[in-house]
């Protein structure tokens, strides 16, 4: 099983603000749809509640929690450590690790692959930050560079990081 890191940051890590996104950015979620559709996706409890619609259809959504009641629905478990999380899906071949910063921080050093959109921006007042990225430790295996447009209001970059084994 390769657990890949999948993120939206700005230019000082800045994630999120008052439980929520930074930004919308059309292009970001389409990315995120993308990559992640079929997969199962590791998430912590604040970030499940801040989903306006609750569970991601068509992906199966595992939610770390130590206060909410263990469950297993259709696409959606919760479940209290994540060591359970990734036993449930060590059969598969990848599992996308999508926050927030509590579940971030305690990943990054087991994940193989970080999927970074660099928003070219900084946000004031952000209150949540992924760890900072120890570039000795990641090969960037791609990058993609797009400008604003009339749907996604600041330049942004997906890059793909590896792992230097
Ligand atoms: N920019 C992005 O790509 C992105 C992606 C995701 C989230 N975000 C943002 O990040 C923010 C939320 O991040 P956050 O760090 O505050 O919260 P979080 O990581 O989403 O959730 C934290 C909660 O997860 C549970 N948890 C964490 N580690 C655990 C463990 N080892 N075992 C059991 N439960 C565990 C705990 O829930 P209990 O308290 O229930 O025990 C903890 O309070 C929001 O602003 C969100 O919008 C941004």
Redesign the pocket.
Known sequence: MKISII???DEKNA???N????CHLPADMKMFRLLTTGHTLV?????FE?LPNGALPNRRNIV?????AEKEEENLIIC???EKAFEICKEEDEVFI??????YN?TINEADFLYVTLIKHTFENAD?FFPSIDFNKWREVSRENFAADGKNPYDYAFVKYARIL
């Open positions: 993120v939206a940051i994630i999120g603000k439980n929520q996104l930074l998430m912590g409890r604040k970030t801040s770390i929690s130590r206060t909410l209290s450590s994540l999508i926050g927030g910063a509590n579940i305690e949540t």
